[in-house]
């Protein structure tokens, strides 16, 4: 298209109905997408992406609310998000949606072999979750091997059910998806006047950021019904995770591996190590394997850019890199994204009016 008339052509679609592709359908791009129909009505979404649930990271994850921490995002702003998160979907798990949406409350322990340090004693996040205290010595006895702990409830995203339901949320608003892999952001340009990047590890490849790296999962769920209670070695490794339907057996963190491929001599490490703090897990049975690449980055990129290319600009939202938190924060992250939208959109107005003087 020739530049004078692309510029046009998005000074015309903009103003009634600005309209935004979100790309990417994890449960960062399909809560964003969400955030921006709730915070700007008029704005026509459309999400595009190559896979959808259930053949997305997320669809891997344990989805249990525990943060990870960013070493380059502040502790204030990594706070607030989980903050944010945990509200929504406490008051999701309190209402008539929560069977559907797949969110529930679980309550267990974070158990640890030395004595932690001062950040790991009262972590971040500890007056976030509910009724946080350390363990008392009876409640030890049942982890041998362990010094100390901490005791608490917490949320858990059955991760399948809450892509659906989110996707569900989205097309009652009107919202489209449609299945395309994008594979540069200009592609778009012509279609779309603000680009929301939520394609999670495949940033690296659509906007080449080489500070984005997998870190690959590999966990197991089991039917396990009688496990009620979340189990958590502090050095992040092994973990036990009850769900609506299975539980969760973790895990592994292989930094800058990109298989998918399950490894068996892993999953059964795996498994030996849940049933060396949960003996009962031995009786599990319908062991489904599974493998996600973590999206790792130093901070969550969460920020506005504007491309610029022949006097043509197109402004970005980037929101990816969430690591192994992004359920914990998905929605603090949505809504952050979705005030930059919001801006996006005034700089546009802006622009459009003074072309018309
Ligand atoms: C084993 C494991 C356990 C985990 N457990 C937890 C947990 O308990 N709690 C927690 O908070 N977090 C957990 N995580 C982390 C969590 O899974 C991720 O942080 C989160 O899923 C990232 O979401 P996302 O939407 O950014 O990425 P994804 O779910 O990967 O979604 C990215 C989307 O972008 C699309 N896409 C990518 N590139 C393109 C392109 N070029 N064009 C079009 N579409 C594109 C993909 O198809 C996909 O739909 C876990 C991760 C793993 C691997
Ligand atoms: O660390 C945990 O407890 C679960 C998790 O987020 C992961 O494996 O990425």
């Given at each position: 298209?020739?530049?004078?008339?692309?510029?046009?052509?998005?000074?015309?679609?903009?103003?009634?109905?600005?309209?935004?592709?979100?790309?990417?359908?994890?449960?960062?791009?399909?809560?964003?997408?969400?955030?921006?129909?709730?915070?700007?009505?008029?704005?026509?979404?459309?999400?595009?992406?190559?896979?959808?649930?259930?053949?997305?990271?997320?669809?891997?994850?344990?989805?249990?609310?525990?943060?990870?921490?960013y070493?380059?995002t502040?502790?204030?702003?990594?706070?607030?998000?989980?903050?944010?998160?945990?509200?929504?979907?406490?008051?999701?798990?309190?209402?008539?949606?929560?069977?559907?949406?797949?969110?529930?409350?679980?309550?267990?322990?974070?158990?640890?072999?030395?004595?932690?340090?001062?950040?790991?004693?009262?972590?971040?996040?500890?007056?976030?979750?509910?009724?946080?205290?350390?363990?008392?010595?009876?409640?030890?006895?049942?982890?041998?091997?362990?010094?100390?702990?901490?005791?608490?409830?917490?949320?858990?995203?059955?991760?399948?059910?809450?892509?659906?339901?989110?996707?569900?949320?989205?097309?009652?608003?009107?919202?489209?998806?449609?299945?395309?892999?994008?594979?540069?952001?200009?592609?778009?340009?012509?279609?779309?006047?603000?680009?929301?990047?939520?394609?999670?590890?495949?940033?690296?490849?659509?906007?080449?950021?080489?500070?984005?790296?997998?870190?690959?999962?590999?966990?197991?769920?089991?039917?396990?019904?009688?496990?009620?209670?979340?189990?958590?070695?502090?050095?992040?490794?092994?973990?036990?995770?009850?769900?609506?339907?299975?539980?969760?057996?973790?895990?592994?963190?292989?930094?800058?591996?990109?298989?998918?491929?399950?490894?068996?001599?892993?999953?059964?490490?795996?498994?030996?190590?849940?049933?060396?703090?949960?003996?009962?897990?031995?009786?599990?049975?319908?062991?489904?394997?599974?493998?996600?690449?973590?999206?790792?980055?130093?901070c969550v990129r969460l920020?506005?850019?504007?491309?610029?290319?022949?006097?043509?600009?197109?402004?970005?939202?980037?929101?990816?890199g969430h690591?192994?938190?992004?359920?914990?924060?998905?929605?603090?992250t949505?809504?952050?994204?979705?005030?930059?939208?919001?801006?996006?959109?005034?700089?546009?107005?802006?622009?459009?009016?003074?072309?018309?003087?």
């Open positions: 298209m020739h530049v004078g008339a692309s510029l046009l052509r998005l000074c015309t679609l903009d103003m009634a109905a600005p309209k935004v592709a979100v790309i990417g359908a994890g449960v960062v791009g399909l809560s964003t997408a969400l955030c921006i129909v709730e915070t700007c009505p008029s704005c026509s979404v459309t999400v595009l992406s190559d896979q959808f649930s259930p053949n997305t990271t997320s669809n891997v994850a344990a989805g249990i609310l525990i943060p990870h921490t070493p380059g502040p502790i204030h702003v990594q706070k607030q998000w989980f903050k944010e998160t945990f509200t929504y979907l406490f008051a999701l798990s309190n209402s008539n949606e929560a069977s559907e949406a797949g969110v529930h409350l679980v309550s267990g322990w974070q158990i640890f072999k030395n004595t932690p340090t001062p950040k790991e004693e009262l972590p971040f996040w500890s007056d976030v979750v509910l009724g946080f205290r350390p363990m008392s010595e009876a409640e030890l006895q049942k982890f041998p091997q362990h010094q100390f702990g901490q005791a608490f409830t917490t949320l858990k995203c059955e991760c399948p059910p809450y892509l659906l339901w989110l996707e569900k949320r989205l097309k009652a608003n009107g919202v489209q998806m449609y299945t395309r892999k994008v594979a540069d952001l200009w592609e778009l340009h012509s279609e779309y006047n603000i680009i929301v990047n939520c394609s999670g590890i495949g940033a690296h490849q659509l906007v080449g950021d080489e500070k984005l790296l997998p870190v690959r999962g590999q966990v197991l769920k089991v039917h396990a019904p009688w496990v009620k209670n979340f189990i958590r070695d502090g050095d992040g490794l092994t973990y036990i995770y009850p769900g609506i339907y299975s539980v969760t057996l973790g895990g592994t963190r292989e930094k800058e591996k990109w298989s998918l491929s399950p490894d068996p001599d892993t999953t059964k490490d795996i498994f030996e190590r849940c049933c060396s703090l949960e003996p009962s897990l031995w009786g599990a049975q319908d062991i489904e394997v599974k493998v996600g690449l973590r999206p790792s980055r130093w920020e506005r850019q504007v491309l610029s290319r022949g006097g043509v600009k197109l402004p970005v939202v980037h929101n990816y690591g192994a938190g992004g359920f914990s924060v998905h929605r603090g949505a809504k952050e994204a979705a005030r930059l939208v919001g801006e996006c959109i005034a700089a546009l107005q802006g622009s459009s009016s003074r072309a018309k003087l």
